[in-house]
């Protein structure tokens, strides 16, 4: 029987909850010929030797950094991810790579539950593929939103620029930064922690740890807090389903 094979492409991946999953799935459905690999890319201009070597290959996941670095190599895009500007699925068929977003779907449907009529702004951090995700939700939730970088574009506010009251307005705040992965854990976002409260939402797209110091310092306020892993959860099973669609 024809091996089927996926994996996940990003760079410095070991720690990487997909391969583990996947893993496990493929057990549970006693799929004894298929496989979940991760493939380390040290630049993305090695994603076509990538396929050159791995013609069997069905799918990919994509994660940081190459959630938008990936599309040029692409032959279609899902109109979702075209809009968001990011993929982090792709579906291999005889004649195309197609590229999809299903971070929207895990984010989406992992926040719902959690949100309270009082969350009517939030602050996204970070402004890589997947905090493009979370400001396609929040438009379509309409929360208004700002984004918060080191190195801020238009309409983007630095760190520096964060104050009491943009903390206050903005109870919903989402970690889309890396920093508090394991091993640096002791590393979080520099916002003002001070000025959260019971009203904030915190949500970091990290899952390991469980808990980061970014959420530990929410709920140390008061505010509810929620990892990734149910994000990751949702977001691979619609991976799955897109590639056996």
């Avoid at 091996?3 to 990003?10: E, P, V, W």
């Avoid at 951090?125 to 905090?131: D, E, F, N």
């Avoid at 394991?182 to 808990?211: A, C, G, M, T």
Wanted: glycine share 6%.
């Amino acid at each position: 029987m024809e091996k089927s094979r996926f994996g996940l492409i990003g760079k410095n991946i070991s720690y990487s909850f997909s391969r583990g999953y996947f893993a496990e799935k493929f057990e549970k459905l006693n799929l004894e010929n298929h496989s979940y690999e991760n493939f380390d890319l040290q630049s993305i201009e090695e994603f076509n030797g990538l396929l050159d070597a791995n013609s069997a290959i069905k799918g990919f996941n994509v994660t940081i950094p190459y959630k938008q670095e990936i599309i040029p190599y692409l032959n279609k895009i899902d109109e979702t991810a075209l809009q968001i500007g990011a993929v982090n699925t792709i579906k291999i068929t005889k004649n195309n790579l197609i590229g999809y977003n299903t971070d929207v779907i895990g984010f989406q449907k992992s926040i719902e539950t959690y949100l309270k009529p009082h969350h009517k702004r939030a602050l996204i951090l970070g402004t890589g593929g997947a905090s493009k995700a979370v400001a396609y939700v929040f438009e379509s939730l309409e929360i208004d939103f700002l984004f918060v970088s080191r190195k801020p574009g238009k309409n983007q506010i630095s760190y520096a620029d964060l104050n009491p009251k943009i903390m206050e307005d903005h109870t919903v705040i989402i970690n889309c930064t890396p920093l508090g992965t394991h091993p640096e854990i002791d590393k979080r976002p520099d916002i003002l922690y001070d000025f959260l409260s019971d009203k904030h939402l915190l949500f970091d797209l990290i899952y390991n740890p469980p808990k980061t110091s970014f959420l530990e310092a929410g709920e140390a306020k008061g505010a509810t807090i929620v990892n990734g892993l149910k994000m990751l959860e949702l977001q691979a099973e619609a991976s799955w389903e897109i590639w056996n669609s």
